[in-house]
């Protein structure tokens, strides 16, 4: 099947949310409520027109597909959202963009906007020390203190893995999440 024209197909936007929840809620259990909310507001007619597309969810944030005539019917969906299968939650949206890559720079959380100070993750090694800026698995992004560490390159912060930390070299703290 090929793909349409740029000119033929229809304008998306992407709209970034957060979720407040006293539980765990998984990306199923999500979509099913936001499809429910949709069909109880608009009817199948006007659900159809919308197009909703979860494109990432991870627990706390997520990213929504939307048709762009219909962005304020997407945010009273999100509006009335308060429970998902008996856990109380609250959805807000935080911004809307015309590309993914936009709305995840803009509205939610990177390296450069989160506040070493606030995040209170320290690493002291004896050659290297600063904030933890970043966790992802088993990578860390390190502000360090000294800024020569960095010297000689267009980054701010320092990339560790989970082996730099606990057990591969003999600085390592060895906690057991290496931090």
């Known amino acids: 099947m090929r793909t349409r024209l740029p000119s033929l197909r229809s304008r998306r936007r992407y709209m970034a949310f957060s979720l407040e929840a006293e539980g765990e809620i ?6 099913k409520e936001v499809r429910s909310a949709q069909l109880s507001l608009f009817g199948d ?9 979860l494109i990432s969810f991870d ?8 048709s762009h005539a219909h962005i ?7 509006a009335t959202i308060y429970s998902i299968n008996g856990v ?14 936009a709305a995840t720079e803009k509205y939610l959380p990177q ?11 320290r690493i002291e090694l004896d050659d290297l020390s600063g904030c933890i800026i970043r966790t992802q698995g088993l990578k860390v992004d390190l ?4 800024r020569d560490k960095a010297e000689g390159s ?21 906690t057991t999440d290496g931090l």
Request: proline fraction near 1%; charged fraction near 30%; aromatic fraction near 4%.
């Open 26 to 31: 998984s990306t199923g259990e999500l979509m």
């Open 143 to 146: 502000c360090p203190d000294n």
């Open 88 to 101: 109380r939650v609250s959805l807000h949206s935080k911004g809307v963009s015309g590309t993914i890559k």
């Open 45 to 53: 007619s006007g659900a159809s027109k919308n197009r909703l597309k």
């Open 154 to 174: 267009d980054t701010r912060y320092l990339g560790l893995t989970y082996f730099d930390l606990s057990g591969g070299h003999e600085d390592a703290d060895g």
């Open 72 to 78: 304020q019917d997407t945010r009273a969906i999100l």
């Open 59 to 66: 627990g706390r944030r997520g990213l929504l597909r939307c």
């Open 111 to 121: 390296l450069g906007k989160i506040c070493a100070e606030s995040y209170r993750r």
